[in-house]
């Protein structure tokens, strides 16, 4: 990649093939199909193929009630695995993203990341759309198939106003706008759809959490967590954070214990990731901004 600080198209279109090592495997979730296979897919991940006469052992939840009445007998509906599967991206362009010391920003790399999920997505012959956002605007991908579906989402991520960053926002604002981007989540998310969130969730609170476990009951989830290695692991010294929202702070990490809170409060972020992802059956993966992330998919997917 040429650009650290903004993703060009030109670059992520060359992201292609470097997807080719990724597989986007939905979570088993041991949901009985007949002939007595497993069904990677939830929700609608099924569509309706026929119905035929209820059988001892049969989910009564697929009884079909109109067929049943209008023939006297019980008759169930039977389902087959949907071969196209929506792959929704969702890209967290806050301010607080805007960080790096080493490779390039977190924005970036969650770029990067979810091109490269996106690509993957689209040799699996999946549906591509997604949601990516900051403080200022939501810009919704509807999942369609195809390269047309590909290069439509390269260009809603590339585009998107957020790269230019030539306003200034409050702390209240990004909370707002992360709540408002999981409510946008919730209610376009198709049951059955794969989800791979690119963020670095800062602000992550509990009513965040709670939309988080609303959109996985019917959705698999994957968070991938950006951050940078010095919010780690800060080097001893002085430093002037500039926190994205007109705000700056300084952080003196020559002071071990100011090191120890530091480092401290970063894990808990980072454990209350891990909580969430094992309560929702989650996979977490952890981006470092100097990490190659086409590696750490295809090695974490």
């Not at 019980?74 to 087959?80: F, M, N, P, V």
């Not at 929702?280 to 981006?287: E, I, M, N």
Request: glycine share 8%; hydrophobic share 40%; charged share 25%.
């Amino acid at each position: 990649m040429s650009n650290p600080i903004r993703p060009e198209i030109p670059d992520l279109l060359a992201l292609r093939p470097q997807a080719g090592g990724i597989r986007l495997h939905a979570r088993r979730i041991g949901a009985p199909l007949s002939g007595g296979h497993v069904s990677t897919f939830r929700g609608r991940g099924m569509e309706f193929a026929e119905v035929r006469a209820y059988q001892p052992g049969d989910d009564t939840r697929d009884v079909d009630w109109r067929a049943t009445a209008r023939r006297g007998k019980a008759y169930t509906k039977l389902y087959r695995e949907e071969r196209e599967r929506p792959v929704l991206l969702w890209v967290d362009l806050r301010a607080a993203q805007f960080f790096g010391t080493r490779g390039c920003y977190k924005a970036v790399q969650a770029a990067r990341l979810a091109t490269l999920a996106a690509w993957a997505a689209h040799a699996q012959g999946d549906r591509i759309g997604g949601l990516v956002f900051c403080e200022r605007e939501h810009r919704e991908i509807k999942p369609r198939r195809g390269k047309a579906a590909m290069l439509h989402f390269i260009n809603r991520l590339a585009t998107h106003p957020a790269w230019d960053r030539d306003y200034v926002t409050a702390i209240d604002e990004a909370d707002k706008a992360l709540t408002a981007a999981l409510e946008r989540l919730l209610r376009v998310a198709l049951p059955g759809s794969l989800i791979l969130l690119a963020s670095d969730f800062h602000g992550l609170s509990p009513n965040h959490e709670a939309l988080l476990a609303q959109i996985g009951r019917h959705s698999d989830l994957v968070f991938l967590v950006t951050h940078d290695p010095l919010e780690s692991n800060p080097p001893a010294g002085r430093y002037w954070f500039d926190m994205g929202h007109a705000h700056e702070r300084l952080l003196d990490t020559g002071d071990a214990d100011t090191r120890a809170r530091w480092q401290g409060q970063f894990e808990a972020h980072f454990a209350q990731i891990d909580a969430l992802g094992r309560r929702r059956q989650a996979r977490v993966l952890r981006c470092a901004t100097d990490a190659d992330p086409a590696t750490l998919l295809a090695r974490g997917l």
